[in-house]
T-cell receptor, first 110, second 113 residues
Framework: QKEVEQNSGPLSVPEGAIASLNCTYS??????FFWYRQYSGKSPELIMS????GDKEDGRFTAQLNKASQYVSLLIRDSQPSDSATYLC??????????FGKGTKLSVKP | DGGITQSPKYLFRKEGQNVTLSCEQN?????MYWYRQDPGQGLRLIYY???????QKGDIAEGYSVSREKKESFPLTVTSAQKNPTAFYLC????????????FGPGTRLTVT
């Protein structure tokens, strides 16, 4: 069974700090990865996609992919209370399905 | 506005009744998906469809059925055979094929008593 693993948290950071969210995956055939943000009671919202090794930056968000280590991360700079949510990591498996982790709950304290 | 709509937002049913959840998209996406989310759990794939008139079972298809008669629509029926149907149901769509982003509708919260 191919898996995507995330620390469930909660991860608590002070406002203005960098939040670091991590994800590992078991399927070496996975080529593309996504981070979704899910507020309580709402549906997941896509915030980052990453397809190649290295870093990809979009505003305050940076996604990092290391295929050799089977590791994906999301950095949120200058964290705001509005960033408090559950962050889901997902990767396309070699079987053709998008596999989701269980999510990491982030709390940004004012 | 392009997007995915799901209705209703909340649904209450008695045990033993079938119920159909609606999902419509105007993103011109070929692929559509149904997921189930339980508290503290990740998303689990129920069914998916890559093209009209074709669909495949996901990891937890038992007790569910779908149809795909139109590109824009992918309704999900939760049958009385589903042992624990109370959950948050999410519909998603994407460009057909692997490696593309999936976009989600707002979800339907189903409660069966």
């Amino acid at each position: 069974q191919k898996e995507v693993e995330q620390n469930s948290g909660p991860l608590s950071v002070p406002e203005g700090a960098i939040a670091s969210l991590n994800c590992t995956y078991s399927d070496r055939g996975s080529q593309s990865f996504f981070w979704y943000r899910q507020y309580s009671g709402k549906s997941p919202e896509l915030i980052m996609s990453i397809y190649s090794n290295g870093d990809k930056e979009d505003g305050r968000f940076t996604a990092q992919l290391n295929k050799a280590s089977q590791y994906v991360s999301l950095l949120i700079r200058d964290s705001q209370p509005s960033d408090s949510a559950t962050y889901l990591c997902a990767g396309w498996g070699s079987q053709g399905n998008l596999i989701f982790g269980k999510g990491t709950k982030l709390s940004v304290k004012p | 506005d392009g997007g995915i709509t799901q209705s209703p937002k909340y649904l209450f049913r008695k045990e033993g009744q079938n119920v159909t959840l609606s999902c419509e998209q105007n993103l011109n996406h070929d692929a559509m998906y149904w997921y189930r989310q339980d508290p503290g759990q990740g998303l689990r794939l129920i069914y998916y469809s890559q093209i009209v008139n074709d669909f495949q079972k996901g990891d937890i298809a038992e007790g569910y059925s779908v149809s795909r008669e139109k590109k824009e629509s992918f309704p999900l029926t939760v049958t009385s055979a589903q042992k624990n149907p109370t959950a948050f149901y999410l519909c998603a769509s994407s460009i057909r094929g692997q490696d593309y982003e999936q976009y989600f509708g707002p979800g339907t919260r189903l409660t069966v008593t």
